[in-house]
Structures are given as structure tokens and as C-alpha cells.
């Protein structure tokens, strides 16, 4: 139970942090490239601080003798960096992170077509659930503030390649991929400088670029550590926590109004995946507390 519980405040801490990123996207005053810039160049630096002085160049070489899969992992994760910045400056805050609730679903998809695993009766009505969900949030984007179907788009794109990244990962399980993540950070950071121009916005930003570095670079290595404590529907459940908490923060600091087809599909969305977790959570509940027969005579 120690383990347990040490493994929940780990795993919701690490989505308390989170809960802010979106809002730092708002708040700094510059263009898409530049924040996502800073936000890799500082992410990736802290994260690469903490994985060098843990796992040492072991980390690294243990990534690089992966091969494909790990360089699939890496460039996925590089992608979704600045495709989330991206999304959240070209529709609204909680119609990206509603959308991104729905990584569970592919995630399914891809373990399916790559990895031959079945897709359970639960699954498939969770699918349904969170599909019917964002088929609301897409219809609202045209009258719902600040939303717009080309950033719903790229945040589908982002949760699709990150949950692509997740499935490859799983074939890697006997290998640490943490030290990937600051690798694909720092990656993405280079890629896009050329479009950037991140001192333009340091000088009035540097305050607000630093805290979203750290925010990040902590709910990165908390979420990393939480998880192995915990079932897997246990950390889902944890997670949506961000899905709600981040438009209702970003809401009540810069008013930004989700919108009531944006609430309506992402309550479907999150409603579909909460209820799938926690029937989960429950069954596995139930197989660890079933009586087992005895296997000899009694005693």
C-alpha cells in the first residue's frame, strides 16, 4: 500500500504540472517557433542534466543499440513538441487537450496494426465514446472563441504520433527510453531554429520561458517515475485530470471561454475514458482479490 500510494501523489503531482503548459504557451508573447524553441532547448537541458548524472552515457548507448524502434521513439517524441505549441496557438486550449485525451484510442489502433494485439469489446466502446466526443468538438470549432478546425487537426496529429511513439516504446520494454526524451527535445529545438527567433521574444519572455522549462522538465520526470508503482488505468485516470484542470486554469487566468461544444464533447470524451479506466481499474481489482482453488491438501 506504501508503494501504492507513493506511486499516486508521484503520478499526480506530475499532472498538476503539466497542467500549466498550455497556459505558458498563452502567456509568452511570441510566434509558435520561437516558444517551442525555448520550450525543448530548456525541457531537453534540464531533463539531459538529470539523465546524465542517474544513468550516465549507459542511458544513451542502451537507446542507441535499439535500433529502429528507438529512433522511431525519438523522432515521434521530437514531432510532438512543437506540434503541441502549434496546436494550442491555432485553435483553443481545451479543445487541444480534449483532443489529446484520446491517445488511448489510437494507442489501441497502433498496438493492433503493429503489434497484433486484440482490441477488447471494452475498447471498441470506449472508441465509439471518445470518436462521438470529438465529433462535437469538431462541429463547435466554427462558433466556439479562439477554436479552429486547422489547430483541432494538428492536435489529433500530435496525439496520434504520440501514442505511436508509446506503442513503439513497447517493444523496447526491457529498455530505459528516458534518455531519449531530452535527445528529442533538443533535436526538435535545432530542427526548428532556422524558423525561430528566440531572442526576439527572451528579453520580455525570459521569466515565463524558464518556469515553462521547469514545469515541463518536472512533470516529464515524475510521470516517468509515478507509473511504476501504479496500473497503467490507474495513471489514465490520474491524467485526465489535465484535460480538465488546464481549461478551466487557462479560463480563469486569461479568460479564455472553452465554449459549450467544446464542454459537451470533451465531457463525452472524458466521460468514455474514465468510465472505461475505471472498469479496468475494477476488474483488476477483482482478479487480484479472486480466491485462487488450493492446489494441495488442506493444511
Not at 523496447?172 to 526538435?188: D, E, K, N, Y
Not at 532556422?194 to 515565463?208: D, F, V, Y
Request: glycine share 10%.
Amino acid at each position: 500500500m506504501h508503494e501504492h500510494l507513493k506511486g499516486v501523489l508521484i503520478t499526480g503531482l506530475g499532472v498538476l504540472f503539466v497542467v500549466p503548459d498550455s497556459l505558458f504557451v498563452r502567456l509568452i508573447d511570441g510566434d509558435p517557433a520561437s516558444i517551442s524553441f525555448w520550450r525543448g532547448l530548456t525541457a531537453g537541458s534540464v531533463i539531459l542534466v538529470g539523465v546524465l548524472m542517474t544513468h550516465g552515457l549507459r542511458g544513451f548507448q542502451s537507446v542507441a543499440r535499439t535500433g529502429r524502434p528507438g529512433l522511431i521513439y525519438t523522432v515521434l517524441i521530437a514531432i510532438t513538441a512543437p506540434g503541441f505549441v502549434l496546436a494550442i496557438s491555432w485553435t483553443s486550449v481545451a479543445n487541444v487537450v480534449f483532443i489529446l485525451a484520446s491517445m488511448p484510442v489510437f494507442a489501441a489502433l497502433f498496438s493492433r496494426v503493429f503489434l497484433g494485439e486484440a482490441i477488447s469489446r471494452r475498447m471498441v466502446w470506449t472508441m465509439l465514446g471518445v470518436f462521438v466526443g470529438l465529433g462535437i468538438i469538431a462541429w463547435g470549432s466554427g462558433e466556439t472563441q479562439g477554436a479552429h478546425w486547422s489547430g483541432d487537426l494538428v492536435a489529433v496529429g500530435v496525439s496520434a504520433n504520440f501514442a505511436a511513439a508509446m506503442t513503439a516504446a513497447r517493444q523496447l520494454r526491457a529498455v530505459s527510453m528516458i534518455p531519449a526524451i531530452p535527445l528529442a527535445f533538443l533535436g526538435a529545438s535545432l530542427a526548428i531554429w532556422p524558423l525561430a527567433e528566440p531572442m526576439r521574444i527572451w528579453a520580455q519572455n525570459w521569466p515565463l520561458i524558464l518556469a515553462h522549462g521547469a514545469f515541463i522538465s518536472v512533470s516529464t520526470c515524475l510521470l516517468t517515475l509515478g507509473p511504476r508503482y501504479i496500473s497503467s488505468a490507474e495513471v489514465a485516470l490520474l491524467i485526465l485530470l489535465e484535460s480538465v484542470l488546464a481549461p478551466l486554469l487557462v479560463w480563469a487566468v486569461i479568460g479564455e471561454d472553452p465554449g459549450g461544444w467544446t464542454v459537451l464533447g470533451g465531457t463525452v470524451v472524458i466521460g468514455a475514458l474514465f468510465a472505461s479506466n475505471l472498469w479496468a481499474l475494477i476488474y483488476q481489482h477483482r482478479l487480484r482479490n479472486r480466491p485462487h482453488p488450493r492446489t494441495g491438501p488442506p493444511v
